[in-house]
Every structure is written in structure tokens, then in C-alpha cells.
């Protein structure tokens, strides 16, 4: 059943199909109502009859629930946010955020509700059970209960609240950057029996590339002759939001999440030289990079286990695989490359997330930039 909009599908049959939330049950389990026509047009003007009504006859006014003001306000942002955003809202939606508080009336909610459900995600919060929850991941979740909160008093849903949100602090996760030694002995296991699928990793530790985006490249996004890749592309596992799918998760390659995650990367002549080595003979465009078949791609959760091997093999410290790009822009800094570049090369909207984020001092560099003093000492 191809996929038109985020809730509308053209079927088997040749009709249309659309699906809309119409209510939740007592485990505040979305239930979902369907409309059915000739048309993509009619699907979509059913649609907007039914999702105005939705839960209208049992739940209006002052018994309107937090479940109730959530489905409308993921149809209305249904269309205008991309898939793997809308996929990302509706599984924090279902496995944390209404299972909690879906129940309330939303005129009753209060800060001291809110305040507990922080409290209760960051202490217990992890689906199987092993504990708390990051303060990002809360904060996160927190960032969506306001958007609808404000959904609901944009659409007279909810009088002007005095509802205050108090977010977690947010806590710097500990990044981890290759040292210039390991990074050596990586380097000497990833050029011993090359493969493609070591010659990512090398590309990645060379640019700064994100694993999405180094499993989404395709042949065509790269030019030997001039040295450039461009990132057109990422690819995720996201939720797969159609209710008749047999997986409960999907691939999505799309777009990368901003304009500035689109860009050409310079990249040095020595893997330049190694691309052009694994360039296939037979040029297929729609080939990923990875395998060099259009119709066969490595996913990131995959290719994350492949990069944990390469680690285990070479035996180096332990790290993921987004310390890559980590240690790309460490070097690059150590290597003098300007911070406005490096943000560019990064796919980053300002260089302050550069700076905070990704650029990190080695202790070798804090050792010459110390050295410095001496030569002002000595006048």
C-alpha cells in the first residue's frame, strides 16, 4: 500500500485510504478510525470531517482529556513535519507521555503533574525497566507535552494556562575523541584486507559524516574528479506508523534533518585515491556506497555492530560509533582548520554547536599550547 501523506495510502483495490485517531482506550492505546474513497481529494476532506469530530460526543469542554487534545494536534501536524519527526512523536507519545498522563483532564492539569512525570521518567522511566531516563530524552518529551499544551489554548481548546513546565538540567554527555595513537592502530586494521564496509569507517573519521548519512550514500553523491561528497541524504529505523504493517518499525531514507545537514564535503586526496580504488565498474547511480548495489543497503543499527567489531579486532578503547565524528573535528582543530569551515564541513546551523559540542582539546594540545608561556616568560 504505497504511502501519499503521513495518513492517506492508495490501496491494492485502487482506492484511497485514510486513517485518523478517534479516541484512546482505558491503556491509553491510540484507536484509530478509517475513511475510504474514489480520491486522494475526498480521502483528505473526510479526513478533516472526521478528525474535527473525533471524540467530540463523549469528550468536550472541561472533559476534554490530554489523550483527546493530543491526537488532534498530531493531525494537524501531521502533513506539515517529516516522517521520521511525526514517527518520533507519536512513540513518545504512546510509550511514555499518555500511558502517564494521557487520562488527565486537561483543565486539571497541573504543574505538580508535570513535575511528577519528570520525576518518574528520570528515575524509572526506560521501557524494560533498567532505570531512568537521560535529561535530553526528558526534556525532549517535555518539549512536545508544551507543544500541545499550546495547540490547545491556539485552538480555544484550553483557556490561557498558568501551567509552567520546569525542564532537568540538562547534563553534557561525556564525548569520547580516538587519541592520535589509537586512531593509528584503527587506521592500520582498517586498511588491512580493505573492504567497503571499512572504507566507510576511514570516510567518516575523514569528514565528519554521521552514520545515517554514510549508509544513505550512493555512488552518485560522489565526485573522484573533484573530491567532494555531498550529503543528499540520511537514513534511520524509525516506527512505522501504519496500522496494518507487519513490522512495528521501517528504514526511512530521507532528507537530512536541516538545510545546513545538506552539503559538499572536500575530502583529503589520500581517500580520494582509496574511493577511486572501490569505484564499481559498472556505474549504477542509485548504488549505495556500502555495498555497491542499488537495491541492498546496510542499515545504522547494523553497521554499528560492524564498527564494534572493528573495534573489538583492533583493540583499541571502547567507543560508538559517533565518536567518529568527534575525533574529526578534534584533528581538525589541532590541525588549525578554521571553526566557520568546520561548522560548514559538520553540517551545522552555528558555529556555537561546533564549539560546545565537538571540538575538544587533546591533552597533547593543552601540553603545547602551555608550552606557549614559556616563551612569554623568556620574553
Not at 491510540?30 to 474514489?38: E, I, L, R, S, T
Not at 494521557?102 to 518518574?120: E, M, V
Request: hydrophobic share 35%; proline share 3%; aromatic share 10%.
Amino acid at each position: 500500500m504505497p504511502r501519499v501523506g503521513s495518513n492517506i495510502y492508495k490501496r491494492k483495490d485502487g482506492r484511497w485510504e485514510g486513517r485518523y485517531i478517534k479516541g484512546y482506550n482505558e491503556s491509553s492505546k491510540a484507536v484509530y478510525g478509517f475513511v475510504y474513497a474514489k480520491t486522494y481529494t475526498e480521502v483528505k476532506n473526510k479526513l478533516l470531517i472526521s478528525q474535527s469530530g473525533a471524540g467530540s460526543n463523549t469528550r468536550i469542554g472541561s472533559k476534554l482529556t490530554f489523550a483527546d487534545v493530543s491526537q488532534k494536534w498530531l493531525f494537524n501536524i501531521s502533513l506539515t513535519v517529516k516522517q521520521s519527526t511525526y514517527a518520533r512523536y507519536i512513540f513518545v507519545l504512546e510509550r511514555h507521555i499518555l500511558p502517564a498522563i494521557g487520562g488527565y483532564r486537561l483543565q486539571k492539569l497541573t504543574s505538580a503533574d508535570i513535575d511528577n512525570f519528570t520525576k518518574s521518567k528520570l528515575t524509572v522511566g526506560r521501557i524494560d525497566n533498567s532505570g531512568g531516563l537521560s535529561p535530553k530524552t526528558v526534556r525532549d518529551m517535555l518539549t512536545v507535552i508544551k507543544a500541545i499544551i499550546g495547540f490547545a489554548e491556539k485552538e480555544k481548546l484550553l483557556a490561557k494556562s498558568a501551567l509552567t513546565i520546569t525542564y532537568p538540567k540538562s547534563v553534557q554527555p561525556e564525548t569520547h575523541v580516538i587519541s592520535r595513537q589509537e586512531q593509528a592502530v584503527l587506521e592500520d586494521y582498517l586498511y588491512q584486507d580493505a573492504t567497503l564496509l571499512k572504507l566507510g569507517i576511514l570516510v567518516c573519521l575523514y569528514t565528519g559524516l554521521r552514520i545515517g548519512e554514510i549508509c544513505a550514500l550512493q555512488w552518485k553523491d560522489i565526485s573522484i574528479s573533484k573530491s567532494v561528497i555531498s550529503v543528499m541524504q540520511t537514513m534511520q529505523r524509525v516506527k512505522d506508523t501504519d496500522a496494518n504493517a507487519e513490522s512495528k518499525t521501517k528504514i526511512l531514507i530521507d532528507t537530512p534533518k536541516s538545510k545546513s545537514s545538506v552539503r559538499d564535503i572536500p575530502v583529503p586526496n589520500f581517500i580520494a585515491d582509496c574511493l577511486k580504488k572501490f569505484s564499481p565498474e559498472k556505474w549504477n547511480e542509485q548504488a549505495y556506497f556500502l555495498t555497491s548495489r542499488e537495491n541492498k543497503f546496510v542499515e545504522p543499527r547494523a553497521y554499528q555492530n560492524f564498527f564494534a567489531k572493528c573495534i573489538r579486532e583492533s583493540g583499541i578503547i571502547p567507543v560508538n560509533y559517533h565518536a567518529l565524528r568527534h575525533t574529526f573535528a578534534t584533528r581538525c582543530i589541532e590541525a588549525g582548520v578554521d571553526i566557520k569551515s568546520l561548522s560548514e564541513i559538520l553540517g551545522h546551523s552555528n558555529v556555537s554547536t561546533t564549539l560546545n559540542r565537538y571540538v575538544h582539546s587533546s591533552f597533547e594540545q593543552k601540553q603545547k599550547n602551555m608550552m606557549k608561556l614559556e616563551r612569554i616568560s623568556k620574553g
